[in-house]
C-alpha cells in the first residue's frame, strides 16, 4: 500500500461519511421531534405543495361545518317557534268546534273567544320574537330567504344551501286575525280560516324539516370530507414515527462507528513515523 503525508484518503472519506451521517441524523431528530416529515420545502417540494393545498382544503371544510352548525341551530329556533304556534292553532280548533255547537250559549262563546284572542296575540308574539341574533325568522311577510355556505368552493347548487319558507306565521298571514268566536255564525265561519292556517303552518314546518335534512346529510358529508383529506395530508406532511426511528438509529450506530473509524484513519501517518524511524 501507499503511504502519504500530506493527503490522509482514508481520514477524509471517514470524515466525508461521519458527516453525511451526522446530516442525516440531524434530519431524523427534526422529523421525530416536529412529527413532520416535510419540514421545510426542500425536503419534498412536491409534496408540500400538494398538503399544503390540502391543509387548506380542510380549513375551508372546517368553516363550513361551522356554517352548517349554525345554519341548524337556526333551524331549531325556527322549528320550536312554529311548533308552537302549531300547538296554539289546535287549541283554537277546539275553542272553534265548542263554540260552533248549539251546546255552547252566548256566555260560553264569550269565554272562547276571549282565550282565543289571546291566544291569536300569542302567535303574534311569538312570531315577531322567534329570531337567531338579529334574524326575525317566522314574521317576514315573504318567509325567510337565507343561504348558508357548505362547501369550499364557490359552486352555488353544491356548495350552498338556501333555506326558504313561503310565508309569515303572524295571525293576519294564518287567516286568523278577524275570527271570531262570539256568535254560532261566525264561530262556524271560523273553523274554515283555522283549517286552512293548519295547513299553512304545516307547509312552513315541511320546508322548515327538508332544510334541516339536507343540512344534517350536508354536516354527515363535511365530516366525512375533512377526515379524508386529513388522512391524505397526513400521509403526505407527517412523519411515519416507528420508521424514522429505524433510521435514527442506524445512524446512531454509524455516528459511532464513524468516530471510531476516523480515529483509526488519523493514526494512519504513524505508520510513517514507524517507517521513517527504521
Do not use: C, W
Request: a negative charge; zero cysteines.
Amino acid at each position: 500500500m501507499s503511504l502519504r503525508i500530506n493527503t490522509n484518503i482514508a481520514a477524509l472519506t471517514a470524515h466525508r461519511n461521519l458527516t453525511e451521517t451526522d446530516r442525516r441524523m440531524s434530519v431524523s431528530l427534526e422529523r421525530l421531534s416536529s412529527g413532520y416529515r416535510i419540514n421545510r420545502a426542500k425536503d419534498d417540494v412536491a409534496g408540500l405543495a400538494i398538503a399544503n393545498k390540502f391543509r387548506v382544503e380542510v380549513r375551508g371544510l372546517r368553516a363550513a361545518q361551522q356554517n352548517a352548525a349554525q345554519a341548524t341551530a337556526l333551524l331549531q329556533v325556527a322549528e320550536g317557534g312554529t311548533s308552537q304556534i302549531e300547538a296554539i292553532v289546535e287549541r283554537l280548533k277546539e275553542l272553534a268546534t265548542s263554540a260552533a255547537s248549539d251546546n255552547t250559549d252566548s256566555a260560553g262563546r264569550a269565554r272562547l273567544n276571549a282565550e282565543a284572542q289571546k291566544l291569536l296575540a300569542e302567535i303574534d308574539r311569538i312570531a315577531n320574537d322567534t329570531k337567531y341574533g338579529v334574524t326575525n325568522l317566522l314574521n317576514a311577510s315573504g318567509g325567510i330567504n337565507l343561504t348558508f355556505q357548505i362547501g369550499s368552493g364557490n359552486t352555488a347548487a353544491e356548495d350552498q344551501i338556501n333555506v326558504t319558507t313561503s310565508g309569515a306565521l303572524l295571525s293576519n298571514n294564518l287567516g286568523l286575525n278577524t275570527i271570531n268566536l262570539g256568535s254560532l255564525v261566525s264561530a262556524q265561519a271560523a273553523l274554515t280560516s283555522i283549517d286552512n292556517s293548519v295547513t299553512s303552518v304545516n307547509v312552513i314546518q315541511g320546508e322548515i324539516g327538508a332544510a334541516q335534512s339536507r343540512l344534517e346529510f350536508a354536516a354527515i358529508n363535511l365530516s366525512i370530507s375533512i377526515e379524508n383529506i386529513a388522512a391524505s395530508e397526513s400521509t403526505i406532511r407527517d412523519v411515519d414515527m416507528a420508521f424514522e426511528m429505524v433510521n435514527f438509529t442506524r445512524n446512531q450506530i454509524l455516528m459511532q462507528a464513524g468516530t471510531s473509524m476516523l480515529a483509526q484513519a488519523n493514526m494512519i501517518p504513524q505508520n510513517i513515523l514507524a517507517l521513517l524511524g527504521q
